[in-house]
């Protein structure tokens, strides 16, 4: 399974990682809002971990973006 994290603090998004490798998840991470916004939009994860304060999006608005886009990926 994979899981998008979308988290700007670099020892936040390792941690995050790191933990979620240990438990056997693939990941792939983006540190604003408009990167994980696309690549969120092009798919193909189980879960979406998404942090609220971002630069240049906030996870509010990447939340409503892909809900509006019709992702319907669960999201933490």
């Known amino acids: 399974m994979r899981v998008l ?3 700007d603090d670099d020892d936040i998004r390792s ?3 790191r933990g ?3 438990e056997g998840f693939e990941t792939d991470s983006c540190a604003d809002g408009k990167a994980g916004l696309w690549r969120a939009i092009d798919g193909g994860y ?16 990447v939340c409503e973006a ?3 886009e019709g992702v319907a990926t669960p999201i933490l």
């Open 20 to 22: 979620l490798a240990a």
């Open 15 to 17: 941690v995050l990682e």
């Open 66 to 68: 892909l809900r509006a």
């Open 5 to 7: 994290i979308i988290e």
């Open 46 to 61: 189980a879960a979406i971990v998404l942090d609220l304060l971002l630069p240049e999006m906030n996870g509010y608005a």
